[in-house]
């Protein structure tokens, strides 16, 4: 598990299986590991992380190890470099089974196709963790019913595909949108669709685990379970734990928001895979300032989230004058900035979201209200369902060419900080909150998903 998903699942997912007695390996890149929260003492003995050194590949920037790390051009380039693990993990595994340490399950991403060949030599069965939206997985379907009804031209993501059997909107609506679905099932620059490596593993695999639950998606599990012809498991929404203090060390972010009312400031992050342009940046930029509220916004550097000179390059990301005009209300990082803790803060009113699982997902434990602007993959579907569940308002977009203007970031911005609308907004996220926030309920997701591991080990 890669980058920022694992910075997010660690903490509830993977404690939650040592906390339930289990030893588990968390194998990973060095920098990956190194970016997780520190295990807590009384679960060290159960839970070790283990480092794989990433292989190299031709124009893959040194030191990056996650698609936060690089430009969404080059995306691809880390799932090649993550293949070069395969190697790897099998002589880990051989070492493992020689030593009388046979794992009962190996829990991998969705990229690592390569995995339930390897553990199958050894007997090990594999369950792919999905992290997206799962009624994305449904969208995409899986392979028998895409040749049944093949989608080949962007057109055909614009309708809900026939294999989901109840009333639903989910669907492209805009070129751009359906355009970088399309793209899925291309093979690209690591060699290997991303379709085909999500297939080849639901193929091999035993189990789907998703990060999602039935009040959040009621239906998707039995469908998912339907199409892709194994138990697909919710493990609940797997919300990572509010730290305010890194080593004592409170960050630059949550004191300035410290000074701020409460309610007062939208909170804006794109994620790590949004293919950001300057004129994006900028248009997103003049929007705030013409909203006319605080913000704080934690702008992803194009060159990488964790590349070095991240303030020097504000200039070129900025329009001129921005931060000067916007001082006293506005503040924007562009390393690291801790978006759980920010959230969580009593001065944050909203999230400006570009809907990646994660970000929404850490919306609901906040009862916030959302500005939607999605970008690709499974982040237009996430808008529209937020849209539809009385969370949010969608930044407008050109139906032709998916592009947006300051004026429409402005008054959507507007519509959930200042107007009457923003109340009823923020009542119906609250009321998601109190659906969601029953920890009890929650952990019981973790348990049936240990029951599954538990019953599925021995079926082939
Ligand atoms: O400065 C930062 C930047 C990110 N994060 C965390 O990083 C995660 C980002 O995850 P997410 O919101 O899912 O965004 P992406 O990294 O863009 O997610 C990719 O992967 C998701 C599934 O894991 C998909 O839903 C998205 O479409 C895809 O872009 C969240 O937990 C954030 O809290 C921080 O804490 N601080």
Redesign the pocket.
């Known amino acids: 598990m890669a980058?920022?998903?694992a910075?997010?699942?660690v903490p509830r997912a993977v404690q939650g299986l040592a906390a339930r007695g289990h030893a588990v390996a968390f194998l990973s890149t060095p920098r990956n590991l190194a970016r997780l929260p520190p295990v807590p003492p009384h679960l060290s003995p159960r839970l070790r992380f283990v480092p794989l050194p990433l292989p190299r590949v031709d124009g893959l920037p040194d030191g990056a190890e996650s698609?936060?790390d690089v430009p969404p051009e080059k995306i691809e380039l880390v799932k090649k470099a993550m293949d070069g693990l395969a190697a790897p993990l099998a002589a880990f595994l051989a070492d493992a089974v020689a030593a009388g340490r046979r794992p009962d399950w190996i829990v991998h991403d969705f990229c690592h196709h390569w995995v339930p060949p390897i553990a199958g030599g050894h007997g090990v069965p594999c369950a792919a963790f999905?992290?997206?939206?799962a009624a994305?997985v449904a969208f995409l379907g899986p392979r028998w019913a895409n040749v049944e009804h093949p989608r080949a031209a962007t057109e055909d993501f614009a309708v809900v595909p026939r294999w989901i059997p109840f009333p639903s909107t989910i669907a492209c609506r805009r070129r751009s949108e359906a355009e970088s679905i399309a793209a899925l099932f291309r093979a690209n620059a690591s060699g290997v669709s991303d379709m085909d490596r999500a297939w080849q593993l639901f193929e091999c695999c035993r189990l789907a685990i998703y990060?999602s639950c039935d009040e959040v998606e009621p239906g998707m599990f039995a469908l998912l379970t339907d199409l892709l012809q194994k138990p697909a498991i919710p493990a609940g929404i797997l919300l990572?734990p509010v730290i305010a203090d890194e080593d004592g060390d409170r960050p630059e972010t949550l004191r300035w928001l410290d000074d701020q009312p409460p309610k007062s400031v939208i909170y804006v992050?794109?994620?790590?895979?949004?293919p950001l342009t300057p004129g994006i940046l900028h248009e997103l930029a003049l929007g705030l300032e013409l909203a006319g509220v605080r913000f704080l916004w934690?702008v992803?550097n194009p060159a990488g989230?964790f590349s070095a000179a991240n303030d020097a390059i504000k200039d070129e990301l900025l329009p001129a004058g921005f931060e000067e005009r916007t001082r006293g209300r506005g503040l924007v990082?562009t390393?690291?900035?801790?978006?759980?803790a920010?959230?969580a803060h009593g001065a944050t009113g909203a999230f400006l979201?570009?809907?990646?699982?994660?970000?929404?997902?850490?919306s609901f434990a906040c009862g916030h209200p959302l500005v939607l602007l999605?970008?690709?993959?499974?982040?237009p579907l996430?808008a529209r369902a937020m849209a539809e569940k009385g969370v949010g308002v969608e930044v407008a977009r050109d139906e032709t060419d998916g592009s947006f203007d300051r004026d429409g970031v402005a008054a959507a911005v507007r519509r959930v900080m200042v107007d009457e609308e923003g109340k009823a907004l923020a009542s119906n996220a609250m009321k998601l909150r109190e659906l969601l926030k029953d920890q009890g309920r929650q952990e019981t997701y973790i348990d049936d998903l240990v029951e599954h591991l538990r019953r599925y080990r021995g079926r082939c």
Not at 130 to 133: E, F, L, Q
Not at 269 to 274: C, F, I, M, P, V
């Open positions: 980058g920022v998903r910075h997010a699942l698609t936060a999905m992290t997206v939206y994305f990060r990572p992050a794109l994620g790590s895979e949004a934690a992803r989230m990082r390393g690291w900035v801790p978006q759980v920010a959230l979201t570009h809907c990646g699982w994660g970000s929404t997902i850490e999605p970008f690709v993959l499974d982040q996430v």
